[in-house]
């Protein structure tokens, strides 16, 4: 994968169902970038990066970002090693390193993941 698209931003929702607290536990496991946080896709965006940054919103609102390093495509059920939870094989957008957290603006209306122009 190259890094074709400098500066692109991009933004994926996370269910309003998932606790912000266990996910933020989720951001500390990979702010070191010894591991990969995932994002689980239909496809990948055509035009998306390793280097792109990625804005969080949960709860109708942007909450922070952090680098796109990789896309992935699992070929079988995968287990987090944070959470325990079982997922799906397929494709995912794989994040890592600090997470930086904004006071951004309301988000309402989408799910998945889209370009974005903070």
């Given at each position: ?22 996910y ?14 995932n ?8 035009g ?71």
């Open positions: 994968m190259s890094n074709t698209s400098l500066n692109q931003s991009w933004v994926l929702t996370v269910p309003k169902t998932m606790d912000w607290d266990e933020q536990r989720e951001l500390g496991a990979v702010a070191d970038g010894s591991m990969t946080l994002y689980r896709v239909r496809y990948f965006p055509k998306m990066a390793s280097g792109d940054r990625c804005y969080v919103v949960h709860d109708g609102r942007v909450r922070g970002w952090m680098k796109i390093v990789g896309m992935e495509d699992y070929p079988q059920d995968w287990t987090c090693t944070t959470t325990g939870r079982v997922w799906p094989a397929g494709k995912y957008l794989q994040r890592s390193g600090p997470f930086h957290p904004v006071d951004g603006p309301a988000m309402t209306g989408f799910r998945g993941v889209r370009s974005f122009d903070p």
